[in-house]
């Protein structure tokens, strides 16, 4: 499918993640929502716990990167049969990956909860949260797999479909696995990870039947294990490795964070965890088209019109731009009552208002700067993409450590680590996309 820069094709590309954004966000409201009526240190727990999981799916979505820049490629040139080819490796791939993810959670989380946490309770907390959780990321890889699919032929529609089935399925679990309604046993957090699994699993079969009853496993040859291509799979790895870091240091960066917000106190903690869940949906504009600059860029490149890719990365950031803002001026105008929505406390709710107007600062950057740095990455230089993370990374943990342990300053302080990174993210992919190296890859 080819692809063109016009806003209405940006908008039909864009739309249908905005819409598989805002369910998976709205599952993260409802969590946060459901666990701030257990407690505060479930609330922070799970702040933890679901950082620590989001750092092992997200080295399965790393590899979901380069299989989605690949696809799209193919799919710009018009090389359909080979977009089965891309889709039965990735399987294999992301199948072992997702199994060495899971024992390492097993393995590895008592340790480093208990090594890094001052709260003993929230420790245990986040452990029972993810005892159930963990499992879920073999069905996390499936699900990436097909999204890479779809994202990449610009069939989107589907993805918002998935992730519907997703939160219906969480948010009823949820509502009685966590406090024991409809006749389901009270589980408090610890059912919160349950839900999420189970909803996984309801995903992963709604997309291969999905796959089978629209012929797509015709269409690109789907579910055929050949002998494997090494030179395909150095590919994959080539464009995913870059990817992988970067959600490394991305999500274990927010990790980091909140390890060193959680040394604050269990109050900063659960306010972070509101702020983090508020954050996730004022920005479900700017994630969509995101993902849209990364596929059409490619898709653009594919096609042999380079010189109209700063055009449309200036169309895509636009629009980001223009629909964030909207979100933020709502939720600055309406604070308290956007807060109380996850918790009843008024002190927690006074607490939180000077974190939340940092957080809204930050999200208009971010509306842009994530719209430059997938770009960068959809036009294939992943190693310059994951230097730009790392850099700002590095520069945003750092001022939160500062902060907190010489500054004693603070959580709305601390939370402008946050503006950091987004500030730097800009301005580094900015430069890279500046320079043009990207002009001279060949997928």
């Given amino acids: 499918m080819k692809l063109d820069i016009s806003y209405k094709q940006i908008w039909n590309l864009a739309y249908p993640i905005v819409l598989s954004t805002s369910a998976?966000?709205?599952?993260?409201?409802?969590?946060?929502?459901?666990?701030?009526?257990?407690?505060?240190?479930?609330?922070?727990?799970?702040?933890?716990?679901?950082?620590?999981?989001?750092?092992?799916?997200?080295?399965?979505?790393?590899?979901?990167v380069g299989l989605q820049v690949l696809v799209a490629r193919r799919t710009g040139e018009g090389e359909y049969h080979e977009i089965g080819k891309i889709f039965n490796h990735g399987i294999k791939l992301l199948l072992i990956v997702a199994s060495l993810l899971w024992i390492n959670m097993k393995i590895s989380s008592g340790f480093i909860f208990h090594l890094f946490?001052?709260?003993?309770?929230?420790?245990?907390?986040?452990l029972e949260y993810l005892s159930y959780l963990s499992f879920g990321i073999i069905f996390v890889a499936i699900n990436v797999l097909f999204r890479s699919?779809?994202?990449?032929?610009?069939?989107?529609?589907?993805?918002?479909?998935?992730?519907?089935?997703?939160?219906?399925?969480n948010i009823l679990l949820d509502y009685g696995l966590i406090f024991g309604n409809w006749g389901m046993p009270k589980m408090g957090i610890t059912g919160a990870g349950l839900a999420t699994y189970v909803a996984e699993i309801a995903a992963s079969v709604f997309l291969v039947l999905y796959?089978?009853?629209k012929k797509d496993h015709v269409r690109y040859n789907l579910y055929k294990f050949k002998a494997h291509s090494k030179d395909l799979i150095r590919k994959i790895f080539r464009l995913s490795y870059p990817a992988i870091i970067f959600y490394l240091f991305a999500?274990?960066?927010?990790f980091v964070f909140f390890v060193i917000i959680e040394q604050l106190g269990e109050r900063a903690l659960a306010i972070s965890n509101i702020i983090k869940s508020l954050s996730m949906m004022v920005t479900i504009f700017g994630v969509g088209f995101a993902f849209a600059s990364n596929t059409l860029v490619s898709n653009v490149i594919g096609q042999g019109k380079i010189e109209l890719v700063p055009l449309l990365i200036k169309r895509i950031a636009t629009l980001s731009f223009l629909l964030t803002i909207v979100g933020c001026i709502i939720i600055f105008l309406f604070p308290?009552?956007?807060?109380?929505?996850?918790?009843?406390?008024?002190?927690?709710?006074n607490d939180s208002l000077g974190a939340l107007k940092v957080m809204l600062f930050g999200v208009v950057l971010f509306s842009v700067s994530t719209v430059l740095f997938n770009s960068l990455t959809g036009a294939g230089d992943t190693r310059s993409a994951m230097l730009v993370e790392a850099v700002s990374v590095f520069l945003s943990i750092s001022s939160a450590f500062v902060?907190?342990?010489y500054m004693n300053v603070p959580i709305e302080v601390v939370w402008f680590a946050e503006?950091?990174?987004?500030?730097?993210?800009?301005?580094?992919?900015?430069?890279?996309?500046?320079?043009?190296?990207?002009?001279?890859?060949k997928l």
């Fill in 419 to 441: 503006v950091i990174y987004w500030v730097f993210i800009g301005l580094l992919a900015y430069n890279g996309l500046r320079k043009g190296k990207w002009k001279q890859i």
């Fill in 211 to 213: 796959s089978i009853v």
């Fill in 24 to 64: 998976q966000t709205l599952v993260n409201i409802i969590d946060t929502i459901f666990l701030g009526r257990v407690g505060e240190i479930e609330l922070g727990a799970a702040a933890i716990g679901g950082i620590f999981y989001f750092i092992q799916i997200f080295i399965c979505l790393g590899l979901g």
């Fill in 149 to 169: 699919l779809y994202n990449g032929t610009g069939q989107t529609a589907v993805i918002a479909w998935s992730t519907l089935v997703t939160a219906v399925v």
């Fill in 403 to 405: 902060m907190v342990h």
């Fill in 117 to 126: 946490l001052k709260s003993e309770l929230v420790a245990e907390a986040a």
């Fill in 336 to 349: 308290r009552q956007i807060v109380s929505i996850y918790t009843r406390d008024i002190s927690l709710i």
């Fill in 251 to 254: 999500f274990g960066g927010w």
